[in-house]
């Protein structure tokens, strides 16, 4: 398997979700993509693109029908192309790595992709990669509409030995739109304050040294003995429930990390990671974050009767997507029934993307 690829399986299933969760506010994408092909492409006939990590086919079967024939779609997942290709038959697909991408130098007026670069594990060889298939005064984009992937960012955390950990939410209005019943939230403990969680839990700076990895739970067990010997209880807590026992150990060990720790944005990570390795590759100048609002007022589709009865529609950081407006007041409520009652759906999108020029 290509470095970095998706399993098949799992994969497909979430790129589908994903897929599902765009539907909501896809006429207010599409409305940010014309914006953004108005502004950056040429629109030249020999203009051409190559999207990096195209999975199923989402933004180049999105964009404007001005590339077709011209937008080379390269995803490592051979799966993921097969279904591509079967949405598509036209398409230009090539399997193949971001990190040995099979293409000359100085190819393609613009490279991108989205939500993509977000899973890749090594950003600036994938970038520079990137800036060696771009033509001279060629532009590289990312679009980031959902929660950018956690997993890259626990193992930026694990490599710095900072603590972090993730935990569940449930009842988001996420969980609402994809069928799944949970939304996860992510903390740190910043290096500064350090020293005092580990007075807290009773654990010094060289046991946590010692320590080969560390995790969310680094801490657990010098906190247990820590309890342990401030109650005197040791080996002789014959009649307290172990598992009970557990469970109070690990929510107060948790309490306690919150206590210390930031919560942080998977988006706001991502953004500022990819932002710093684009500077440093193709020069501060040359590089650019913005963010887009895009919005529709129409009908409302018959996925958007189906999964949920509101009528507007919002899209932020992509793991929110809010149904309606926060009632205040009654206008606000006339506002939202109102719509509804004649079957009008207003969406909103947000989408955050970085620009980069070869220069």
Aim: some cysteine; aromatic content about 14%; charged content about 30%.
């Amino acid at each position: 398997m290509v470095k970095d690829a998706w399993p098949a399986k799992e994969g497909i299933e979430k790129l589908e979700e994903l897929e599902t969760i765009r539907a909501f506010t896809k006429r207010a994408f599409a409305n940010n993509l014309h914006r953004f092909n108005a502004i950056y492409c040429t629109g030249k006939e020999e203009e051409t693109v190559l999207e990096i990590g195209s999975g199923l086919g989402y933004l180049a079967n999105n964009w404007s029908a001005n590339f077709k024939g011209k937008w080379i779609q390269l995803e490592a997942q051979e799966k993921f192309l097969e279904i591509a290709k079967k949405r598509d038959p036209t398409g230009l697909l090539v399997q193949g790595s971001i990190y040995e991408l099979p293409f000359p130098d100085n190819t393609f007026d613009i490279v991108g992709g989205l939500s993509s670069f977000d899973v890749f594990s090594n950003l600036e060889t994938a970038l520079n990669e990137v800036k060696r298939v771009l033509k001279p005064n060629g532009f590289f984009f990312h679009v980031l509409d959902m929660g950018a992937d956690y997993e890259i960012m626990a193992k930026d955390f694990r490599k710095k030995r900072i603590p972090f950990y993730s935990t569940r939410k449930t009842d988001s209005l996420l969980s609402i739109l994809s069928g799944s019943n949970q939304e996860v939230e992510h903390y740190y403990i910043p290096t500064e304050r350090i020293p005092s969680f580990l007075t807290r839990i009773g654990m010094t700076q060289e046991e946590m040294d010692a320590k080969e990895i560390i995790t969310g739970d680094f801490g657990f067990d010098a906190l247990i003995k820590s309890i342990n010997k401030k109650e005197k209880r040791k080996d002789r807590n014959e009649f307290e429930d172990i598992e009970f026992k557990n469970i109070r150990y690990i929510s107060t060990y948790f309490t306690l990390f919150q206590e210390y720790a930031k919560k942080i944005n998977t988006n706001d990570y991502f953004n500022d990671k990819l932002q710093r390795t684009l500077q440093n590759i193709f020069g501060e100048n040359n590089t650019k974050k913005e963010t887009i609002i895009g919005e529709f007022k129409g009908k409302r589709t018959k996925l958007q009767k189906e999964r949920y009865p509101y009528c507007i529609y919002y899209e932020k950081n992509g793991i929110k997507t809010n149904m309606a407006a926060s009632h205040k007041g009654i206008w606000d409520y006339i506002e939202t029934i109102i719509p509804r009652i004649f079957n009008q759906v207003h969406e909103k999108a947000i989408i955050d993307y970085t620009i980069a020029y070869k220069r």
